[in-house]
């Protein structure tokens, strides 16, 4: 494992936003969501699609509070934008699963 230093970490932007809006996503190649993010005042909303089709479905996502890398460069996935990266972790069958905090936190808030 390559070791980075503490400035390098810094340069990742991951910050707690809220989905607002989710609805399936049936062009992409493998089964995805697509997620419009609140992110806050500073940040405002940024959407995505995350492979998260195994543990969720669109409509339980809304209100669900999300963390995500928000200083990545925009990226074509088929026909759609996505603008941040949704962070997860997979369980033991590779189904990935979404980071969220324990409790309810203010959106924008940057992980430390």
């Given amino acids: 494992m390559a070791e980075i230093d503490f400035d390098d970490f810094m340069k990742v932007d991951i910050r707690v936003g809220t989905v607002i809006r989710a609805e399936p996503f049936p062009e992409a190649r493998k089964p995805a969501i697509k997620l419009w993010v609140d992110f806050g005042e500073e940040i405002g909303t940024r959407k995505t699609s995350a ?17 995500a890398v928000v200083n990545f460069p925009p990226r074509q996935i088929g026909p759609f934008m996505s603008e ?15 980071l969220s905090p324990d409790q309810e936190v203010p959106d924008g808030g940057r992980m430390h």
């Fill in 51 to 67: 492979q998260i089709t195994v543990h969720y479905a669109p409509d339980e996502l809304i209100g669900r509070q999300v963390m």
């Fill in 84 to 98: 941040v990266l949704v962070l997860g972790v997979p369980d033991k069958d590779g189904a990935i699963m979404l």
